[in-house]
Each structure stands twice: as C-alpha cells, then as structure tokens.
C-alpha cells in the first residue's frame, strides 16, 4: 500500500460513498480554508488502484514549522486495526516529507450518546479498545475536554429526523413550542436568502466569531456548487406584529371590562375578594400590553420594513442538515425567532426526507457552566440527542522539527507578541 495525493474527483467520489463523512472531511471545506491560510491537499491509501482510506489533509504553517489537521479525522475504518496502522506509518512518512511534525485528528468516533434528560442513552462498547489502539499506535489523546478546548467540538446535538411532523413537534419542549407559536403570530417570518444577504449573518457574528467576512462567502460559492448550502434569515413584519398587539389589547380590554361589571355587581358580597384579585391581574396584563403596544407603535415607525432578528447557514450532506453557522440580533431576543427558524428548517428537512439534523456544536451536557448552559438547553430542548466523540489527537510526523518546535516557544512568543 502507498499513499497518493488524490484529486478532487478522486476524493469526492470516495467521501461520497464512505460509510459515514463530514462536511469537514469534503472538498469544499478544503477550498475554503485555502482562504484561511491552510494549504488543503487530498490524500489516500492505496492498494493497487483502490482507495481503502482517505482524509483532507490542512496544514497550516507556523512562522517556520508546518503542523496539519484532519478535520473529523481519517476517513478509514477504524475497526481494522491493520488498516488504521498502514495508514499511520505511510502518512508520517509523508507528511515528514513535507516538514510537517505533527498531524491533529479528532474521528467520529461516538463515546457516549445521551438523550435530551442529560442520561446515558447508548455507549460504544468497542470505545475503549480503539482508543487505546490509537494510543498504542503513536497517537496522543489530548483529553476528554468538557467545553470547546478541542479543534471541532467533542460533543454535537442531533437531531432524528425519522419521525412524523406531528411526532417532532410534540417532542419540542412546552415552553419553546409556545415560543414558536407566538413567533409566528407576531409576524416573523423565515426567508431564504442568498449570497447578498450574508451581510446580515455576519453582522450578528462577527464580534464573536473569529472568521472574517471573505470566509462566509467562500462557503457560499464553494458548497454551492453542488448544491450543498442553504441559508435562511428571520424577519419580523412590523405591521403585522402590530396588528397582532391591537388584537391582544382589545381582547384583554374586553376582559377587564367584564371583570370590573362583575366587581360591582357583587359589592359586599365574600365572593368578591376572588373577583378584584382577577381584576388586579387582568388589569396587570393589560399594562404589559399597553406598554407592548406603544413599544411595536414605535418600531413600526422606525423600521416600516421590517427588522432581520436571526439568521442560519445550513450545510446538506448525505442526508444531514447541518447548522454551520447561526446568529441573532440581541436587541431583539425577546422576539424568540431563533425558536421559530429553528423549528421551521426542522421542518423543511424532514419533509425532504433528510435524516439527521445537526444542531451544531455544544459542551458537555452533564457539566454545570454558566456561559454555555443556556446554548446547550436551546439545542437539547428540540429533544436532540447529544452525542459524544472521541475528541482530539495528536500523531508526531517528525521527531526532529516537533522537539524544535517545542523548544522554540520562547522565540514563538516574542514573535507573535511583534
């Protein structure tokens, strides 16, 4: 066996017909990180002139040192062991060759999966053994890290798509399908948009996103070639949010005007104690309309055409929908049309027979943390599943260049500090 740089027919037709894949591990990809400062090349292990392995390759260059990624790992079967260590001794050979010293992998390798309680759901049985395989090999496990310490997250919520439309909806968490009905009245409407309307995602991104504006076009034009990539964006009709806010106050003012007759029809009466405490909370919730009413009076005459309140990128692969990028416009949380996007695309994708749908990256489900515990509850209350990988790790292609590397960091530093 030997490894072959492979063209981008070659590995298409591969990656589309592996056993499972990653829209990190496809061409495109690799052409948009060829913007990003990464070289991307296309390798495989051959056998003759069948490719029994293959994997995008990144390699990024550090000041004078090369270390390469494998976004979502080698594309190989990682149950054949003799195949796994063919592929690892001919790929350090050939990344040594091109100075690269060491190569990061983090396979789809599933540890755990865990249902939208946060319990143990279903455990590889088989984890243990190829995990410290790869060890045994020359591979390093850099952790099971609890939060985004790793190159792509260790742990996604997925969603099943194999389900009637009535059945997904019923699954979604109470609360949030009052949200997404709410949504929909106020006049929220999902839009799908195209490559001039990026501005609008990367707006809401970019202070804490680290990718630039270029990035989100060239994954535009480079999934959209085959037809890979869809985006949409959430926006709400001013006329009609306030339309539907005269609507609630009229009705809520009939109702504090019945309650008020019956307080005093029943003045003295014991009865009435419960009466005026309904009039107090009906006339409560009038107020919150009124202020609600004034409040979309207003914005319907500083935004006449509407306002853009949450945005998706959505990548489709071999029967996943995957959210690669989403944001939303805080000023206007209070709106809930991520809830509404969200459910809407849940939707789409299950009415064309996609089977899984990605919510993205999150952190451990079962660890406690403020920042990331509202983002993990917004995905897992889809009833998606979390689902646990392997995480990161690190293969040494040259001793010689890493010991340089490692011994080097003082010199690094300063450099990066000019």
Same mark, same amino acid.
């Given at each position: ?8 027919? =070659? ?16 061409? =495109? ?28 390759? &990144? ?15 080698? &594309? ?149 070639? @085959? ?58 919730? &009038? ?25 998706? &990128? ?32 849940? =939707? ?32 897992? @209350? ?35 500090? @000019?």
């Amino acid at each position: 066996m030997y490894i072959k740089e492979l063209t981008i027919e =070659e590995f298409n037709k591969f990656t589309d017909n592996f056993m499972y894949s990653s829209i990190y591990q496809t061409s =495109e990809y690799g052409s948009v990180m060829n913007t990003q400062n990464y070289q991307s090349i296309f390798v495989g292990l051959m056998d003759d002139d069948n490719i029994k392995a293959a994997s995008l390759i &990144l390699i990024e260059s550090i000041n004078m040192f090369k270390y390469a990624y494998a976004p979502k790992g080698i &594309l190989i079967d990682y149950d054949d062991h003799s195949l796994v260590l063919e592929f690892t001794k001919l790929i350090k050979t050939y990344l040594s060759k091109q100075k690269v010293f060491a190569l990061k992998i983090n396979p789809m390798i599933i540890r755990n999966t865990y249902d939208y309680n946060k319990k143990l759901n279903i455990v590889n049985v088989k984890f243990d053994d190829t995990l410290n395989y790869l060890k045994s090999i020359g591979y390093y496990h850099l952790g099971f890290n609890n939060l985004f310490e790793s190159f792509k997250p260790r742990f996604e919520a997925i969603l099943d798509l194999n389900k009637p439309i009535f059945t997904l909806f019923s699954d979604v968490n109470k609360n949030f399908k009052n949200k997404i009905k709410s949504a929909d009245k106020n006049g929220i409407r999902i839009i799908k948009g195209g490559i001039n309307e990026l501005d609008y995602l990367y707006e809401e991104v970019k202070n804490k996103y680290p990718r630039d504006k270029e990035y989100f076009i060239n994954i535009y034009n480079n999934f959209s070639k @085959r037809d890979m990539i869809d985006y949409y964006y959430a926006k709400l009709d001013t006329n009609v949010y306030l339309r539907n806010v005269q609507k609630k106050f009229q009705k809520q003012s009939e109702i504090c005007a019945k309650i008020n007759n019956k307080v005093f029809k029943n003045v003295g009466k014991k009865s009435n104690n419960k009466i005026i405490s309904n009039k107090i909370t009906a006339e409560n919730k &009038l107020n919150e309309l009124k202020n609600e009413l004034i409040y979309a009076t207003n914005l319907l005459k500083n935004k006449p055409n509407g306002v853009i309140l949450s945005t998706m &990128l959505i990548t489709k692969y071999r029967g996943q929908a995957y959210i690669l990028m989403d944001g939303y416009n805080t000023e206007f949380k209070r709106f809930s049309a991520k809830h509404l996007m969200t459910w809407k695309l849940i =939707e789409k994708y299950s009415k064309e027979k996609y089977k899984l749908f990605n919510l993205g990256g999150m952190t451990n489900p079962n660890v406690d943390n403020d920042k990331y515990n509202g983002l993990n509850e917004f995905k897992l @209350r889809f009833n998606a599943k979390s689902v646990e990988y392997i995480g990161d790790l690190e293969l040494i292609t040259n001793n010689t260049i890493y010991n340089l590397y490692r011994n080097s960091k003082p010199i690094r530093y300063i450099l990066k500090k @000019r």
